[in-house]
């Protein structure tokens, strides 16, 4: 059985090589006989006319207007809109997306209306996004609410989750945020195509159901592509392991079952473990959504792109003699199959012609992106059309100019495929400039020059009509590009924030643990050394230390308050907080036997001595507080006012708690009671600095809205981790709010629902940062800590 589909899945590949053996000959026909020339040429004369825009004196004048640098994403759409160029602009990109991931055809009136209205869409969104917000694709407040308005909150839930898995297993030799960026685009793409297919009159629960089965499939297919193409292409591999991976593959896709990982030793153990695991779980799910008679067109499919993958993977740089046919058959087969592939993962409804626009477009994506990339290529050694042509093209005469070869694809799509259509032209034609546009501002102008003198060396005619509109050119620029920088963007900066974040967390953390024991000096009364052990056992615990670190960061990097002389406030804090944990602990309360893993105090010693070292705790953070000398005394009488009338609301939290035990309480109860127990102490950690700091009232409040929802979060968390969590991370036993029959967020919501307030607490804690006058990293990477942690 094997073999016979071995035979058959050769005489697939076989067929697809036919077909673009036919296509590359047809191309070359046309570069070797220069016909694309003169057709490109009079293509070019009508576009210019809306895109060379001839200055006067007026311009003079307008120079406040003029075009801002793109990569402010805030305010270069302002800038579109303001000069009126926004519609254009939109129209043009969505017009893209329909033609390069839709496979439409531009001149049909339908699609001009789809696009017309997503287009109005997304305008809508731009023009309400507030300076410093994240576009939706990368904001994971926005990626929720969204997921609120379609009824698709738990796939939204389940792809936070994935990718966040995703983004901890990428390995060191990966581009992590490219690797990222692709699969948010793959994800984007599968759930346009659902969408694109869906009408008004789909009702809402189909509506919910496709968006739900898109997310989700789309994850699973974009999941290839760091997992299999950028793994393979890259050197985390060996090439032993590379050639053992690339076997389980292809086995995948002639069976249809994913054989098993067997033994695998070395370095690249654990990531492969994982890689493995969600790539089966991926590669069941396609098959269990898809319709039989789609099955068999998706397999055969995938077997071609990964097999044109392996060819042109294959390739070594160093090797001479590779024809035209080696370098560019593989390339087109690859190019079309993987949106091809794509259609079949949605089992989508038969297109009349988008077979045939996928099959001759693929290749236009593709030589532009090897373009793009062709200076990070000849640096890796990587075979691409232009690294080849560019290494040998003065030894061999015969090799096909690939720059060439993509022109003659662009005057293929517009004349053939897509019949001279107006809209096609013009979009193709303001892409094909941009990324020329691009190329030259990424690479400067010596070496943009120095490369098209290569190029264009046999083309010198038509170089000049190209550079012409490179240099004049205006209106040619896409938001989908402009999206992707800003996703780069945002991916890069993200990491360094959670980097400089963990290391603010490590560094507050030790500092704050090497200053809160409490010293035993000479002459003390002899029992007070015992209460004394005690506390310090207690405070030498594991802690997250959150509430001081939360202290810290807004006093010093906020406030400009200095770091030593709020060190008194920040022990307080952790004083109390350790004193409630004491409490809680104990037998007549939560009866709890390990806390930050070790065993609670009563159970080292007894309930009495644990009572006597929460109250000794409290008093010692009474007294680190008005030790606050540095400070203006005013402020220090605030602040212990208001620390006194928080430590009143925690013990009627903890007072709520107990009653409501055995209880069944509302959701508006479990909120009170949540805010009372865990978000007063994270209102107190933000609001105690800004008080010695005299911070504006309206700040505070701000300050309080965040620590409202983030505390509530946090309280969501624990319960789901009570659930679900490991007894080694957390350091306590789970499932103590079931034995101790509490009503919990898990037990009134279910767990779906739990997480499902989380996340919109998360979302108000986020829009309530938002509106505060400064922004704060740290505060928006500890409320993703909060909701992502383990522990």
């Not at 898990?746 to 997480?755: F, H, I, K, P, Q």
Request: hydrophobic share 40%.
């Amino acid at each position: 059985m094997y073999e016979e589909m071995i035979n058959d899945a050769d005489a697939c590949y076989l067929l697809a090589e036919e077909k673009a053996a036919r296509y590359f000959s047809s191309l070359y026909e046309q570069v070797t006989e220069k016909s694309y020339l003169s057709a490109l040429t009079q293509d070019f004369q009508l576009w210019q006319q809306n895109h060379i825009r001839r200055h006067s004196w007026l311009d003079f004048f307008t120079k406040a207007k003029r075009k801002p640098d793109n990569r402010d994403y805030h305010m270069y759409i302002q800038w579109l809109n303001h000069t009126g160029k926004l519609d254009d602009y939109l129209d043009r990109s969505v017009s893209y997306l329909y033609m390069r991931d839709l496979g439409k055809a531009l001149d049909s009136p339908d699609t001009q209306t789809r696009i017309q209205r997503m287009a109005a869409d997304i305008k809508q969104h731009l023009l309400h996004t507030k300076r410093g917000q994240q576009p939706e694709v990368i904001s994971l407040s926005k990626l929720y609410r969204w997921g609120q308005k379609e009824g698709i909150e738990n796939a939204v839930i389940w792809l936070i989750h994935k990718l966040r898995r995703v983004s901890t297993h990428i390995p060191e030799g990966l581009d992590a945020e490219q690797a990222q960026r692709k699969l948010i685009k793959i994800i984007l793409g599968v759930v346009l195509h659902v969408m694109e297919e869906m009408g008004d009159d789909t009702s809402r629960e189909e509506r919910s159901r496709r968006l739900d089965e898109a997310i989700r499939l789309g994850y699973s297919y974009g999941l290839t592509y760091p997992f299999i193409d950028d793994l393979l292409d890259s050197q985390v591999l060996t090439l032993q392991e590379k050639k053992k991976y690339s076997h389980m593959i292809r086995t995948a896709l002639l069976t249809g079952t994913v054989p098993k990982l067997g033994e695998w030793t070395g370095s690249n153990m654990a990531m492969i473990r994982y890689v493995h695991a969600e790539l089966r779980d991926a590669f069941e799910y396609i098959k269990g959504v898809q319709r039989p008679e789609t099955q068999r067109t998706f397999f055969e499919q995938s077997y071609v792109f990964f097999h044109s993958q392996e060819i042109d993977r294959m390739k070594d740089l160093s090797h001479a003699d590779y024809a035209n046919e080696d370098l560019y058959i593989p390339i087109i087969l690859k190019s079309s199959s993987s949106r091809l592939i794509a259609r079949s993962v949605l089992s989508a409804p038969e297109d009349e012609g988008f077979d045939h626009r996928t099959f001759y477009y693929g290749i236009y994506n593709q030589l532009a992106d090897d373009f793009a990339d062709m200076f990070d290529d000849m640096r890796d050694g990587a075979v691409t059309p232009y690294t080849y042509y560019l290494t040998y093209r003065e030894q061999r005469s015969d090799l096909i100019n690939p720059f060439e070869l993509y022109w003659a694809v662009i005057s293929h799509l517009i004349h053939n495929v897509y019949q001279s259509d107006p809209k096609s032209r013009e979009v193709i034609l303001d892409r094909a400039i941009n990324g020329l546009k691009r190329c030259k501002e990424r690479v400067g102008v010596e070496k943009y020059n120095e490369i098209m003198e290569i190029l264009t060396f046999d083309i010198p005619e038509f170089n000049r009509l190209i550079q012409h509109m490179v240099r004049k050119a205006v209106d040619v620029d896409f938001f989908d590009k402009l999206l992707r920088d800003q996703v780069i963007t945002h991916f890069k900066n993200d990491r360094k924030e959670k980097e400089d974040f963990v290391q603010t967390l490590h560094q507050v953390r030790d500092q704050l643990n090497r200053n809160l024991q409490i010293s035993k000096h000479e002459g003390m009364p002899p029992m007070k050394e015992p209460l004394i052990d005690a506390a310090n056992y207690s405070l030498n615990g594991d802690g997250k230390r959150l509430r001081p670190i939360m202290t810290w960061v807004m006093g010093v990097h906020e406030y400009g308050l200095d770091g030593a002389a709020i060190m008194p406030l920040l022990r307080s804090l952790e004083y109390m907080h350790t004193a409630s944990l004491i409490f809680d602990d104990l037998p007549t309360q939560d009866n709890a036997s390990a806390r930050r893993g070790r065993p609670t105090l009563h159970e080292v010693h007894n309930s009495a001595t644990a009572e006597l070292t929460g109250l000794l705790l409290i008093q010692r953070a009474v007294q680190e507080q008005s030790s606050l000398e540095p400070f203006d005394p005013q402020a220090v009488l605030a602040l212990m006012r208001y620390s006194a009338q928080k430590a009143e609301d925690l013990c009627m939290g903890q007072m709520m708690d107990l009653d409501s035990k055995g209880k069944p309480l509302t959701l508006e109860q479990l909120n009170t009671l949540c805010f009372y127990k865990t978000g007063i102490a994270f209102e107190a950690s933000l609001v105690m600095p800004a008080i010695l700091a005299r911070v504006a009232e309206e700040e505070i409040d701000g300050l309080k809205r965040f620590a409202y929802h983030a505390g509530i979060a946090f309280q969501i968390k624990d319960d789901l981790l009570d659930l679900e969590g490991d007894v080694l991370l957390l350091g306590k036993p789970v499932g103590q709010d079931v034995e101790n029959n509490n009503s919990t967020f898990v037990t009134v919501l279910g767990r779906e629902g739990a997480a499902r307030e989380m996340w919109n607490h998360y979302c108000l804690a986020v829009e309530a940062l938002q509106e505060l006058p400064r922004s704060n990293a740290f505060l928006k990477h500890l409320l993703d800590y909060i909701v992502q942690r383990e522990r």
